[in-house]
């Protein structure tokens, strides 16, 4: 399956984005559906996850500003970023982790800027 992100743009400090993660055909045996994401110069590093069953998680950093949640009719799951820094500028990308192994998207850029 292929995974697709969008929604990533340039937005102030204080703005908001909504990022979405689209798989091209139905994914079997998931586990989890991850969004991680990459600064320049930095190792990527998680960001949110939410299980099959619907439970989320949270880095530190992002927790009370970012939600993730799923549409599971059309398979898209979405990152809800709001009170955007300019900390938050990187690649977004999209994993999905499955019995089977893990598959990621290209990634969306997003920058936080005034």
């Known amino acids: 399956a292929q995974l697709v992100e969008s929604g990533g743009g340039l937005v102030q400090p204080g703005g908001s984005l909504r990022l979405s993660c689209e798989s091209s055909?139905?994914?079997?045996?998931?586990?989890?559906t991850n969004w991680y994401r990459q600064a320049p110069g930095k190792e990527r590093e998680w960001v949110a996850r939410?299980?099959?069953?619907?439970?989320?998680n949270y880095a530190e950093s992002v927790k009370g500003r970012f939600t993730i949640s799923r549409n599971m009719v059309s398979n898209t799951v979405f990152l809800q970023m709001d009170n955007l820094k300019r900390e938050d500028t990187a690649v977004y990308y999209c994993n999905v982790d499955a019995s089977w192994g893990q598959t990621w998207g290209q990634g969306t850029q997003v920058t936080v800027s005034s």
């Open positions: 055909k139905i994914i079997f045996n998931i586990l989890a």
């Open positions: 939410i299980s099959n069953s619907g439970d989320t």
